[in-house]
């Protein structure tokens, strides 16, 4: 289809309520296009569809409907549609695009070492995760406030064993809001209120979750960022038995992962250091925690993918040895930071 042919109805609608000059700018636009110069052609129906728009009387939907452009796939364009509504729909459906944004960390650690031994695994095995988030809402509550529909999946895999059986994975699903905040010149830039999910899907004594309540806030200090997390957990009822499916799977956990974290973040030109921290903050007692590091580096000849550097050492990497202690390096590429 021509450009004219798109820009013909903008030419109809002001040519009706006698808009001479849109009228004239879009024959000298038919003139461009006839001689090859797409360049000044473009600009001059450019020129015709303004002063189109402006000397109509049409409705603003109408106009909307109008000038919906055509989804251009290479050179040829695929036909649009009289509603709206379903050109929006076909450009999703083409270009995969229903507005899913990354959310956590997207990476893939082809090898990682425990320098702990552990007799139900291999010391080296594969880590990757991925992470997204859907906005449902928006200033619903008139405070610039967002609404997210989050999932985080993490997964560790036994690569090395002959089977390479998956050995644990966690499935995150959350809800969440966040607020801006509205004052300037000021540390925080943002807090978040969220309800998560976690679990790791399996069934008997290996099964584990937890639901959780928290408040998350994001502080900027010059060139680093700073979010510390406080979080609730909602309470489970204790199970009466051995292999009862219902009840607490790890009614401990809050003595290894305590009741928040901290994260800092710090971006340095092409490189991001991460660094998150976990106390259950019983010093007088059995005190247990965590740390994760984190780097990620640009690779000069690879568009869009990072080298990524992970480090932890604690207790709670997954669900299943949220009570056991893990020293552990990783290497491999990350696609979102």
Known sequence: MKISSILLLFFLASYSFGA?????????????????????????????AELALKESTLSADTLQKVQEPLIQVGKNSVDGYD???????????????????????????????????????????TKFQLSFKKQLAQDFLGMGEKLYLGYTQTSWWQTSENSAPFRETNYQPEFFIQFPYPYEKTALKAYTLGLVHESNGRSGENSRSWNRIYLEGIFQYKGIFIMPRAWYRIPESEKRFVNDTQGDDNPNIHNYLGYGDLKIAYPYKENLFTLTLR???RFEGENRGAVEFGWTFAIPWIKDLYGYLQYFHGYGESLI?????????????????
């Open 83 to 125: 509603n709206n509504i379903t050109n929006n729909s076909i450009k999703k459906i083409i270009f995969a695009n229903f507005d899913v944004q990354p959310y956590k960390s997207n990476y893939l650690l082809p090898v990682t070492y425990d320098f702990h031994a552990k007799n139900d695994r291999k010391k080296s095995e």
């Open 20 to 48: 001479e000059e849109a009228k004239e700018a879009y024959q000298k636009a038919q003139e461009f296009e006839k001689s090859g110069d797409t360049q000044n052609a473009l600009l001059w129906y450019k020129t015709s």
């Open 321 to 337: 040895d949220y009570d056991k202690r893990i020293e552990k390096v990783g290497l491999g590429f990350a696609i979102t930071r």
């Open 279 to 281: 106390n259950n903050f």
